[in-house]
């Protein structure tokens, strides 16, 4: 019985050495690094986009209010040239609202060439962007594949040891797998080892006593006296 058991150990480690591979291997460590650095051009691209969006609305209002003030600076300008003042006090009120407007429009002036320069940068920055994103999308699916190659011979593997387990369980007595499932955490997963012809325990790589050897190849249930696994002969 230990014999099957040992067959089933040897499935169940092939099963962690696949899964531990898919988890270390390089592929998916850079295909990880990829999507990561993916992920976050495109997060900066998107809120560079909406302050793109919110400096466009920005700008469109100071237009706006500059256009306004140009009429109300045009009507003010005539009312002081059209003859219609009657006295200086009016003409000095006039002048000093025109003067007034004047000043906040070369303001608002300034301040729209400062948004349409931000504007023209930040756009430029977004294009310099989604050129780096498409970049990064060509490199990520091409590591992306190549991983995708290794993951599905990786579940190819896994199907055939999942079949190849499911017909040694049906040789194993159900009391035989419940003993064996708890003796897995005394040992790390691996309670039982070969003998191999030179009297070597497989578990902690350490020869035995001939005696120990003997008893186990005459089908005595031993265990090694250094690792305490159980052993057989096949």
Same mark, same amino acid.
């Given at each position: #019985?230990?014999?099957?058991?040992?067959?089933?150990?040897?499935?169940?480690?092939?099963?962690?050495?696949i899964?531990?591979?898919?988890k270390?291997?390089?592929e998916y460590?850079r295909?990880?690094?990829?999507?990561?650095? +993916?992920?976050?051009?495109?997060?900066?691209?998107?809120?560079?986009?909406q302050?793109?969006?919110?400096?466009?609305?920005?700008?469109?209002e100071l237009?706006? #209010?500059?256009? /306004? #003030?140009?009429?109300?600076?045009?009507q003010?300008?005539?009312?002081?040239?059209?003859?219609?003042i009657?006295?200086?006090?009016?003409?000095?009120?006039?002048?000093?609202?025109?003067?007034?407007?004047?000043?906040?429009?070369?303001? +608002? $002036?300034?301040?729209l060439?400062?948004?349409?320069?931000?504007? /023209?940068?930040?756009?430029?920055?977004?294009k310099?962007?989604?050129?780096?994103?498409?970049s990064?999308?060509?490199?990520?699916?091409?590591?992306?594949q190549?991983?995708?190659?290794?993951r599905?011979?990786?579940?190819?593997d896994?199907?055939?040891l999942?079949?190849?387990?499911e017909?040694?369980?049906?040789?194993?007595?159900k009391e035989s797998?419940?003993?064996?499932?708890?003796?897995?955490?005394?040992?790390?997963?691996?309670?039982?080892?070969?003998?191999?012809t030179?009297?070597?325990? $497989?578990?902690?790589? $350490? #020869?035995?006593?001939? $005696?120990?050897y003997?008893?186990?190849?005459?089908?005595?249930?031993?265990r090694?006296?250094?690792?305490?696994?159980?052993?057989?002969?096949?």
């Amino acid at each position: #019985m230990l014999a099957l058991l040992y067959k089933l150990q040897k499935l169940e480690s092939q099963e962690t050495a696949i899964l531990a591979a898919q988890k270390n291997c390089a592929e998916y460590k850079r295909v990880r690094e990829l999507k990561t650095q +993916f992920d976050q051009l495109k997060t900066e691209l998107l809120q560079l986009q909406q302050q793109l969006n919110d400096l466009q609305q920005e700008v469109q209002e100071l237009i706006k #209010m500059l256009g /306004e #003030m140009t009429d109300k600076l045009t009507q003010e300008r005539a009312a002081v040239y059209d003859g219609s003042i009657a006295n200086i006090r009016e003409f000095n009120a006039r002048q000093a609202q025109i003067s007034a407007l004047e000043e906040k429009s070369s303001a +608002f $002036t300034t301040l729209l060439n400062q948004k349409e320069e931000e504007f /023209e940068q930040g756009s430029k920055q977004a294009k310099k962007l989604k050129q780096k994103l498409k970049s990064q999308y060509q490199q990520l699916s091409i590591e992306y594949q190549q991983y995708d190659d290794l993951r599905s011979r990786w579940l190819s593997d896994l199907e055939t040891l999942a079949k190849e387990k499911e017909t040694l369980l049906l040789q194993i007595p159900k009391e035989s797998i419940t003993w064996y499932k708890g003796q897995k955490p005394l040992f790390s997963g691996l309670p039982i080892a070969l003998l191999d012809t030179s009297h070597v325990c $497989t578990g902690c790589r $350490t #020869m035995v006593t001939p $005696t120990l050897y003997k008893r186990t190849l005459q089908g005595e249930r031993t265990r090694c006296e250094k690792c305490g696994r159980y052993l057989f002969v096949e």
